[in-house]
């Protein structure tokens, strides 16, 4: 089981995916987790190789114009806590990505991302 975890993960599975890969409910995988710490380095790892499988798609596609950015981007801040933050420097606005310390709710992400007429403001 941990080896498909680890082969589902790979390719940017989240925990709910591989959780019905598996045929068993999230909440298995979470109890699992606290009793077993094998268990728990194997969620780990994936979780790891999963957000490394989703920024490797953003990376490689950069030049590419069909790649829905903002798509992806949506995807990195629900998955994995991104934020988009502007700073001002010398007068001039600046835009990154920054992760922060847990992912946020929908109703967050639209108050922060959504722009004057609803629409996104990215």
């Given amino acids: 089981m941990q080896d498909e975890i680890i082969s589902l993960m790979r390719e940017g599975a989240s925990i709910q995916e591989v959780s019905a890969a598996l045929g068993i409910c999230r909440s298995s995988l979470y109890n699992w987790k606290r009793q077993y710490p094998e268990f728990?380095?194997?969620?780990k790892r994936g979780e790891t190789y999963s957000q490394a499988w989703w920024e490797r798609q953003g990376?490689?596609?950069l030049w590419n114009p069909q790649f829905n950015y903002r798509h992806w981007f949506r995807q990195m801040c629900n998955r994995f806590g991104w934020r988009n933050n502007i700073r001002r420097r010398n007068g001039e606005q600046?835009?990154?990505a920054l992760i922060h310390d847990r992912p946020m709710t929908e109703d967050?992400?639209?108050v922060r991302y959504s722009?004057?007429?609803?629409g996104p403001s990215l």
């Fill in 40 to 43: 728990l380095d194997t969620i």
């Fill in 59 to 61: 990376r490689l596609n």
């Fill in 94 to 96: 600046h835009r990154f």
């Fill in 108 to 110: 967050e992400w639209l």
């Fill in 115 to 118: 722009g004057h007429n609803g």
